[in-house]
């Protein structure tokens, strides 16, 4: 049922952006348990609910953002030549 529904290259790519996103769930999750720790045990939890509550909104904003910005002809082209041409 799976096959029917995406290509192995879909399927791959699926893949590598949840890997990247419990990559950076994990970092988000270290930066605010950081910070949390510099607080009283009353204002932790506060911390720590607007932390992952802003990393959230802000990851869906940006997810968002990025989607609108492929789209632009040309742009996803310019970026990677870019990246190939200043990183590597």
Not at 21 to 39: E, H, P, T, W, Y
């Amino acid at each position: 049922m799976l096959a029917e529904l995406f290509t192995p290259e879909q399927i791959t790519i699926l893949t590598q952006i949840i890997f990247i996103d419990l990559v950076l769930a994990g970092d988000n999750a270290i930066i605010i348990g950081m910070v949390a720790s510099k607080f009283s045990p009353n204002q932790r939890k506060k911390v720590i609910f607007w932390g992952i509550g802003g990393a959230v909104i802000l990851r869906i904003i940006l997810t968002l953002l990025t989607a609108y910005l492929l789209q632009i002809t040309g742009l996803k082209t310019y970026w990677r030549n870019f990246i190939i041409i200043h990183c590597l």
